[in-house]
């Protein structure tokens, strides 16, 4: 998700995946916090391919709709 988004939106996408991380932790524990955070590529320096960035941006969206914008 990061590696998809535009440098002017990495620091509110940063932002909006930590929020979302603190609900996990509450709800499911710190270590599905920390492979959610991890999964979305914050902090990760391996290659990506950014054929699917369209579609991981779309899921993305639906992600932050339904549990962000409450």
């Known amino acids: 998700m990061l590696v998809c ?3 002017k939106d990495r620091p509110a996408q940063i932002a ?3 929020e979302l ?3 996990i932790a509450i709800d499911f524990g710190l270590k599905a916090a ?5 999964a979305l590529g914050y902090g ?11 579609q991981a941006m ?4 639906q992600i932050q709709t339904k549990y962000l914008n409450k």
């Open 16 to 18: 909006q995946a930590m």
């Open 21 to 23: 991380a603190n609900y």
């Open 34 to 38: 920390f492979d959610f955070v991890g």
């Open 44 to 54: 990760s320096g391996h290659p990506f391919d950014k054929a699917g960035c369209s």
């Open 58 to 61: 779309d899921e993305w969206k």
């Open 5 to 7: 988004s535009a440098d």
